[in-house]
């Protein structure tokens, strides 16, 4: 998953509301969003088993992305262990997060968000062992540091936070303001492009919040909106080299 975006306790009717794209090669096998016999909702990847995001009935939520370096890929596990860990797991995010903070490692560079409805963590391996306690407010993570201001992190926390303010907080709402916002596909500007270590061409490529690349794009939107009285929804968006798949 390359962009999250997330407000945590802006609202007190929604203290957490997530939306977020997962770009990854078209050719990976993935199951859509669905229950995990462990009890919690996240899509599947079919090839090394893991997630990139999910939420459980008691309101553990996860997240991760990769760390774009331009440094080649260490580390023997997946990173898509880390989310499914902690949906698993009985940690608080402060707790896991220290401890993938002292094992990260083990795994490719990546950022990772633990939650549940009282605290909400990031932690990275780049650089190693950096965790930190998310503070109330709209945040952008995408493929380097939280809230780093890459054009699709600042412009996508402004779309969003306006999406948001028209959420009437009603389960019944419409979501398309949200997937509007993760299906922006204008690159930045030139001139704005951060260094990541790959080829300009490539960085204007992956600079959009909606990517559509040759073998690689955006494979799925989420919204999940968490409310006050402990329930939620989430719904996903799928999508191959063709376009949108059936919901």
């Known amino acids: 998953m ?8 802006t609202r007190p009717d929604l203290p957490l509301v997530v939306a977020a794209n997962r770009d990854e090669f078209y ?7 669905h229950r995990w ?6 899509g599947r990847d079919l090839l090394a088993g893991g997630t ?6 008691t309101l553990r939520f996860a997240a991760v992305t990769n760390v774009r370096d331009g440094a080649p890929a260490t580390g023997a596990r997946s990173r898509g262990d880390l989310p499914v860990d902690y949906l698993r797991g009985l940690l608080s995010p402060a707790d896991h997060a220290e401890q993938v903070a002292a094992t990260g490692a083990e795994y490719g560079s990546f950022n990772l968000l633990v939650g549940d409805a009282a605290e909400l963590w990031w932690v990275t391996n780049r650089p190693h062992g950096r965790r ?5 407010g709209v945040h952008g993570l995408s493929n380097a540091e939280l809230d780093t201001p890459w054009p699709k992190v600042t412009g996508g926390k402004q779309a969003f936070a306006a999406a948001l303010a028209a959420d009437d907080g009603s389960p019944d709402t419409d979501p398309g303001a949200y997937f509007d916002v993760l299906a922006d596909s204008d690159p930045a500007p030139w001139d704005a492009l951060p260094d990541t270590g790959v080829a300009p061409e490539l960085e204007r490529a992956l600079s959009s919040r909606f990517i559509r690349h040759g073998e690689y794009g955006t494979r799925a939107s989420t919204l999940l909106r968490v409310r006050a009285d402990g329930t939620y929804d989430i719904t996903e968006r799928r999508f191959d080299e063709n376009g949108p798949l059936p919901t």
């Open 2 to 9: 390359c962009l999250v975006l997330f407000a945590w306790h």
């Open 132 to 136: 930190q306690r998310v503070e109330p």
């Open 27 to 33: 050719a990976r096998p993935t199951e859509p969003l």
């Open 37 to 42: 016999e462990d009890g919690f909702v996240a």
């Open 52 to 57: 990139w995001m999910g939420i459980s009935d």
